[in-house]
């Protein structure tokens, strides 16, 4: 007997953990996901508490995760959650932008932030790209990360451990958390696009890094940024 065959377009779907006090959020996110064939949820939590027992019997890739939660909050059920499977992708998913519940999001582990009112098309990237195991920044988080790095500069913090960038490399490198093509940060500068690729390769070069989203992880690695 000729075996069955997988349903033509069916693929295998990210296994993701949807943990949000407020159900309306919930169902919400589960309206947006519905429409996507690559995503399944198999799970959702109300509490950071919760939302550690969804994950034990779930096996998610991917985790979207409040920060603020009854009984246990996002940011100590990240590092709960990742401490004990680190191969789980923490998204955070919250109305929260000011920097402190950023970095302590990142520290604890987090793949990525993505605000509430992001555009739902956002939110699918982000689950992507946690479940590639890459890091996802909602741009207006990005822009506050490089703007407290920039700071730091300005201030005169320690410039050794900023690997000599110069102010036109650190102009470029705000523009790269902005979001900005080559395109689209030449005409900003009036410099040709080659010049961009130039200063975008020796920045990445200097920092060791391939992304803006690494960037972050540089940041808070070499103490650079603090929560």
Known sequence: MEPKRQKEGKRPGIRVVIADDHAVVREGVKLILAREP???????????REALEVIKTA??????????MPEMGGIEATRRAKEAWPEVNVLALTM???????????????SGY?????AAQDLVQAIRSAAKGEAFLYPTVAK?????????IAE??????YDGLTPREREILTLIAEGLSNQEMAERLFISIKTVQTHRAHIMEKLNLHN?????RYAIRKGLIEA
């Not at 096996?59 to 603020?68: A, F, G, L, N, R």
């Open 38 to 48: 690559d995503i399944e949820i198999v799970g959702e939590a109300s509490n950071g």
């Open 59 to 68: 096996t998610p890739q991917v985790v979207i995760m409040d920060i603020s």
């Open 96 to 110: 929260h932008e000011e920097e402190n519940y950023v970095f302590q999001l990142l520290k604890a582990g987090a």
């Open 114 to 118: 993505v605000l509430k009112r992001a």
């Open 144 to 152: 506050s990360v490089v703007a407290d790095y920039l700071r730091r």
């Open 156 to 161: 005169g913090e320690d410039r050794s451990r």
């Open 212 to 216: 803006r989203t690494e960037l972050v």
